[in-house]
């Protein structure tokens, strides 16, 4: 069979940044190739996923709803299967900004397909991007690596959407990186089924105080716990992190490895009538100190996540309350990147910015998610030393931030895109926030016979199709 070789726009990647950016690129009028080297779409979704609050953070600390386009629309479609829950506005996480909108991710990926026809996004899945073609600093398509071979696929505009900037390295962009001992801890993700959940609501209503609070500017510890106390599902919580007095005992005992604190989060399965719920251990296990791009070092990580996730297993069932008759559902099959490279772009984002809620007039999205709040490989999980957006607000995303230097013809969306190291944008919301515009802007300028970095001149249409796209730029803090 004869395959098409050009494109006007090709996405690197299909996670969670890949699949928007591919969308908005085909709605956006461009011909569009999605290439990915599993045979799959998700990424750390539903693959290597999915992340314990997925999705989550689409409202601010106000209330105020922030990201929804594609985002949104995916949440919308998949409550409307009965295989999503409504955003979650519960008492216990009113105002933390922290709010859940969970999907189930296996449906979440399925529907990804169906969208993938519906825009008339070609794929090339079992793909591996190897390398770049470049004329001078113009990158004009790709090398892939298939299991029939090498392929050369040419572009107008090439998007890096690998999460890890594999394709910007390739293409020349500088990145940037703290060295590997100072990388936050990488994590194998697994699920249980079998929980008895009024026995853990039980527990929670008697010992409140053992957990961690979301953070609600102006609500007392003791308010909480209050509300705590009376909670009677177990979809208000979210996460469930904490169990102070067991995690006590299991150091003690030397039964828990001391490389996380015991918690977990929620996904939900099945119709909306009779749904399961199933615990998923996303903090579980961390492994810190080794470089995401030594296959050695990522050899090790798979070897020892999976080891610590049989000793967070032993101790779920024989201590953690509704956990006795649990069996694992799910472990996934690799690893996950915590945090790599980002790209030097155009403009970095800092956590001045984040904590500043400061606006850019090439705003092409916003955030409300704390800058700096870094997992440690310890009892704590978290480091506490984040900052959240002034007045309770959201900052912008600037345009400016997915245009690496030195390299043309060429966008970055997802986690890799220039940000200091507070700054991460590395969130499900984020990620597809920055791939939906990435897409929309990489089809705008082959409609106009420009590069990224010369549509940085005026946004104007950028923003306009953005927001016909369902995109939030203006009008909330
Ligand atoms: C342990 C952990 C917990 C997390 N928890 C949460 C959470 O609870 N909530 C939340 O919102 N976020 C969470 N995140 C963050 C979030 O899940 C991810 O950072 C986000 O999904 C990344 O999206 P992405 O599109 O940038 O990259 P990815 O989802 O990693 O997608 C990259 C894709 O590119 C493909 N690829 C890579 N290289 C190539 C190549 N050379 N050629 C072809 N394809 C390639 C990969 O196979 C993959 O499908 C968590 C992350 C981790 C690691």
């Not at 990158?139 to 392929?151: F, H, I, R, S």
């Not at 409140?208 to 705590?228: D, K």
């Amino acid at each position: 069979m004869k395959h098409e070789t050009g494109y006007d726009v090709i996405v690197c990647g299909g996670g969670t940044s890949g699949v928007a950016a591919a969308i908005a690129s085909a709605r956006t009028g461009a011909k569009t190739l999605l290439i990915e080297r599993l045979g799959t779409l998700g990424g750390q979704m539903n693959v290597s996923g999915p992340p314990g609050f997925s999705y989550a953070w689409l409202f601010n600390q106000r209330g105020e709803q922030i990201i929804a386009g594609i985002v949104e629309e995916t949440h919308k479609r998949l409550l409307e299967m009965g295989y999503a829950l409504p955003h979650n506005h519960s008492e216990y996480r009113e105002g933390s900004g922290f709010t859940f909108s969970y999907v189930d991710p296996d449906w979440w990926g399925l529907l990804i397909f169906n969208m993938m026809d519906e825009n008339n996004v070609d794929l090339l899945l079992h793909a591996m991007v190897v390398d770049v073609l470049k004329e001078g600093d113009k990158v004009t398509g790709v090398v892939v690596e298939t299991v029939g071979g090498k392929l050369e696929l040419k572009a107008k505009v090439v998007i890096d959407c690998t999460g890890e900037g594999y394709v910007a390295v390739q293409a020349g962009a500088p990145t940037d990186m703290v060295p590997k001992e100072e990388l936050q801890p990488h994590t194998l993700a697994f699920t249980c089924d079998g929980v008895d959940w009024d026995e853990l609501l039980a527990y929670v209503r008697a010992h409140p105080e053992e957990f961690v609070y979301p953070n609600v500017p102006g609500r007392s510890a003791e308010e909480t716990c209050e509300i705590l106390r009376r909670v009677e599902d177990v979809w208000e919580l979210g996460e469930i992190r904490g169990f102070a007095s067991i995690l006590e005992k299991v150091m003690e005992t030397k039964e828990w490895h001391g490389m996380s604190g015991l918690g977990f989060f929620l996904m939900p399965k099945g119709d909306p009538k009779n749904r399961r719920i199933l615990a998923h251990l996303q903090h579980s296990s961390h492994v810190p100190g080794r470089s995401p791009y030594d296959p050695w070092d990522l050899t090790y990580c798979e070897r020892e996540t999976r080891r610590q996730i049989q000793i967070a297993f032993k101790v779920f069932k024989k201590y953690m309350p509704g956990f006795k008759n649990a069996y694992i559902t799910r472990v996934c099959p690799e690893l996950r990147i915590r945090e790599g490279r980002r790209i030097v772009g155009d403009y970095i984002l800092t956590r001045q910015d984040v904590a500043e809620a400061k606006k850019f007039p090439d705003v092409i999205g916003k955030s409300g998610f704390p800058a700096g709040g870094h997992h440690i490989a310890s009892t704590q999980t978290i480091a506490t030393d984040s900052v959240w957006p002034k007045d309770r607000g959201s900052h912008d995303i600037p345009y400016r931030c997915l245009v690496p230097k030195e390299v043309e013809n060429f966008l970055v969306a997802g986690k890799a895109i220039a940000t200091d190291r507070d700054a991460y944008h590395r969130f499900l919301q984020q990620t597809m926030v920055t791939g939906q515009a990435a897409g929309v802007a990489a089809a705008l300028c082959v409609k106009q016979n420009i590069t990224p970095r010369e549509l940085e001149k005026d946004l104007s249409e950028l923003q306009k199709i953005l927001q016909e796209q369902g995109a939030i730029l203006y009008g909330t803090h």
